[in-house]
């Protein structure tokens, strides 16, 4: 909910400047102070913002294993046309971008960067919330049970299933 509408805030500034903001979003949840939240991700598009030639691609998902919410910020740092000639300029560590890695540092997201051929890919992965208290919560160990013949061993427990199929 706090993408979709810092992005259709941004949205209207990247149109100004003729660009394109592109979002794609499946439901995961980030635990962190919501400012904060919306700071980071104005951060994030502001640094975007002064490097792309061409569209922002934002994507957020869940990871499936370590399960994690992940957020992609693509875009050209070159214009298209010019991708395949000679090395392509790097989207420097300005303020902006100085302002992501703290921010999301104080949020506990791991954030990684790749510039290559005109292209710059930022990833933030958020650790999920409610997992880690349900980790910390569950002994794994090998615990038997005084009847060596349970009939119902996982009576009581939850599944979540996470699947790109709708059918699951």
Avoid: M, Y
Wanted: charged share 25%; proline share 5%.
């Amino acid at each position: 909910e706090c993408l979709e509408q810092v992005c259709a805030t941004r949205r209207r500034e990247a149109a100004v400047r003729g660009l394109q903001l592109r979002v794609h979003l499946h439901l995961a949840e980030i635990q962190g102070d919501p400012t904060l939240v919306t700071s980071l991700l104005n951060s994030l598009l502001d640094w975007a913002l002064s490097h792309t030639r061409s569209s922002i691609d934002l994507d957020l998902q869940l990871t499936p294993w370590p399960v994690r919410a992940r957020l992609r910020c693509r875009f050209a740092v070159r214009d298209l046309d010019q991708l395949s000639r000679g090395p392509a300029p790097e989207a420097h560590r300005g303020l902006n971008w100085l302002l992501v890695e703290h921010t999301a540092a104080l949020l506990g997201a791991e954030v990684k960067r790749e510039d290559e051929a005109g292209v710059c890919v930022a990833q933030l992965d958020f650790p999920v919330p409610r997992l880690h208290e349900v980790l910390e919560t569950l002994d794994l160990g090998a615990a038997h049970s005084e009847s060596g013949h349970n009939t119902r061993p996982f009576a009581g427990w939850q599944v979540l299933l996470v699947s790109a199929r709708s059918e699951l």
